[in-house]
């Protein structure tokens, strides 16, 4: 979470083999997900769902170990 409470990233920098994703909600409810495909290889992932009259409120992390597995929600 980053830039205001208005980008999200994902970045994974272990080289298991797993996949990795941050989620998000805004303030109107809103959400969606972000994933980093390429696992521990150069490059992340990010978007910017959120405004300064809509910030991004609660994120979670995802990790694919074959089954998605994610924290709860936290605020931003």
């Not at 992340?44 to 992390?61: D, E, H, L």
Request: charged content about 15%.
């Amino acid at each position: 979470m980053t830039n205001s409470h208005t980008r999200v990233y994902a970045c994974d920098t272990f080289s298991e083999g797993y996949g990795f994703r941050t989620e998000w909600r805004t303030r109107s409810g809103g959400g969606g997900g972000v994933y980093d495909p390429n696992g521990s290889s150069s490059g992340c992932s990010a978007k910017t769902p959120g405004t300064s009259a809509n910030p991004v409120t609660i994120f979670r992390v995802c990790q694919k170990t074959p089954n998605w597995y994610c924290t709860g929600w936290q605020n931003a």
